[in-house]
């Protein structure tokens, strides 16, 4: 089998982050790399990382990227924009934080861009007025929900992109959101980390089990998680969802664009494929089309090469998604 019609497997650019603060060339270098060494054709790239001037790049600094990307076979699909809700202590107003955005949307015409990600709900009351501005750069606003942003956890942000009814904002799903088990190598920090071995057990074996939920929150909330994996834990509460496929059933026909959100290449119990495989099958039978974008979080904690993660994670999510003989469960 093959991908269906109209799916395009993509990178994100952040995965080259560690690459970024090395600082040993460029962002925009970085990020054309992906495609030089033929690991993806459509890339993701975010804004903040890659021009000087953010929020507002010169535009010529997009279209010469944009230029020698279509020299080496490329093009850029979705750009990661953001809101800076306050200004020195202060919240911005609702102009303000348009002021904040818009140049940021123009670049994103000017590299190319199909359309722009914000995190789901952010862009708040901003929303409606938008949609003139990305009908006229012929931008897509995807809105992106990951880890614990279910339908049931923010119903109202799910259900305004379906009022607004508009091919100029749709909803980006990212992957964590159905991790079937916990990435081995994060539980393997958390226990060198000194998390108790009892949880790190728990969290290993019933991961999806609302118990092991109230569980995380208990040691959390007596104080302890020690202070070296204190980031690392949250990931538990915030980046690593726990849902099924079928949670999600309502919003798939809102979905544009899809995160293949991957922490590190583990496939014990097909913990990477059943995701990937569920998401495809369901996707498919809504008539889906767009990028689907291989994007590692696990370089919080990993060394690992990211252009050699990407790439074999690129090779098994393409077996995985065109695999589509058997509904999910």
Same mark, same amino acid.
């Given at each position: 089998?093959?991908?269906?019609?109209?799916?395009?497997?993509?990178?994100?650019?952040?995965?080259?982050?560690?690459?970024?603060?090395?600082?040993?060339?460029?962002?925009?270098?970085?990020?054309?790399?992906?495609?030089?060494?033929?690991?993806?054709?459509?890339?993701?790239?975010?804004?903040?990382?890659?021009?000087?001037?953010?929020?507002?790049?010169?535009?010529?600094?997009?279209?010469?990227?944009?230029?020698?990307?279509?020299?080496?076979?490329?093009?850029?699909?979705?750009?990661?924009?953001?809101?800076?809700?306050?200004?020195?202590?202060?919240?911005?107003?609702?102009?303000?934080?348009?002021?904040?955005?818009?140049?940021?949307?123009?670049?994103?015409?000017?590299?190319?861009?199909?359309? %722009? /990600? #914000?995190?789901?709900?952010?862009?708040?009351?901003?929303?409606?007025?938008? &949609?003139?501005? *990305? =009908?006229? +750069? @012929?931008?897509?606003?995807?809105?992106?929900?990951?880890?614990?942003?279910?339908?049931?956890?923010?119903?109202?942000?799910?259900?305004?992109?379906?009022?607004?009814?508009?091919?100029? %904002? /749709? #909803?980006?799903?990212?992957?964590?959101?159905?991790?079937?088990?916990?990435? &081995?190598?994060? *539980? =393997?920090? +958390? @226990?060198?980390?000194?998390?108790?071995?009892?949880?790190?057990?728990?969290?290993?074996?019933?991961?999806?089990?609302?118990?092991?939920?109230?569980?995380?929150?208990?040691?959390?909330?007596?104080?302890?998680?020690?202070?070296?994996?204190?980031?690392?834990?949250?990931?538990?509460?915030?980046?690593?969802?726990?849902?099924?496929?079928?949670?999600?059933?309502?919003?798939?026909?809102?979905?544009?664009?899809?995160?293949?959100?991957?922490?590190?290449?583990?496939?014990?119990?097909?913990?990477?494929?059943?995701?990937?495989?569920?998401?495809?099958?369901?996707?498919?039978?809504?008539?889906?089309?767009?990028?689907?974008?291989?994007?590692?979080?696990?370089?919080?904690?990993?060394?690992?090469?990211?252009?050699?993660?990407?790439?074999?994670?690129?090779?098994?999510?393409?077996?995985?998604?065109?695999?589509?003989?058997?509904?999910?469960?």
């Amino acid at each position: 089998m093959s991908l269906a019609t109209g799916w395009t497997l993509s990178a994100s650019a952040f995965n080259l982050t560690p690459e970024v603060i090395r600082a040993e060339r460029t962002a925009d270098d970085l990020a054309l790399s992906l495609v030089e060494r033929g690991i993806a054709s459509a890339i993701e790239i975010e804004l903040g990382q890659m021009w000087r001037g953010f929020p507002s790049p010169a535009e010529a600094d997009a279209e010469h990227f944009r230029g020698r990307l279509a020299a080496a076979g490329g093009r850029v699909s979705i750009v990661g924009v953001s809101i800076d809700e306050f200004d020195r202590g202060r919240r911005r107003t609702d102009a303000e934080r348009r002021a904040f955005l818009e140049p940021q949307l123009r670049a994103a015409a000017a590299v190319g861009a199909t359309g %722009v /990600r #914000l995190p789901i709900g952010q862009a708040g009351a901003l929303l409606d007025d938008l &949609v003139p501005l *990305l =009908e006229e +750069l @012929d931008l897509v606003l995807f809105e992106e929900a990951q880890g614990h942003e279910t339908p049931a956890a923010r119903p109202e942000a799910y259900a305004r992109i379906a009022e607004l009814d508009t091919p100029h %904002v /749709r #909803l980006l799903l990212d992957i964590s959101m159905l991790m079937p088990a916990l990435p &081995v190598t994060y *539980l =393997e920090q +958390l @226990d060198r980390g000194g998390i108790p071995t009892a949880l790190v057990r728990r969290l290993r074996d019933e991961w999806r089990d609302p118990a092991t939920h109230d569980a995380v929150i208990d040691l959390l909330r007596a104080g302890g998680v020690p202070g070296p994996v204190h980031t690392l834990y949250m990931n538990l509460l915030v980046r690593f969802g726990r849902s099924h496929v079928a949670d999600l059933a309502s919003v798939l026909p809102l979905v544009g664009a899809t995160h293949l959100k991957f922490w590190d290449l583990d496939d014990s119990d097909d913990r990477l494929s059943d995701p990937l495989r569920d998401v495809g099958i369901a996707l498919d039978a809504t008539g889906f089309t767009g990028t689907l974008c291989s994007e590692w979080g696990g370089q919080e904690w990993l060394d690992d090469d990211p252009w050699e993660m990407t790439s074999r994670h690129l090779s098994l999510a393409a077996g995985a998604l065109s695999d589509r003989s058997t509904p999910p469960a």
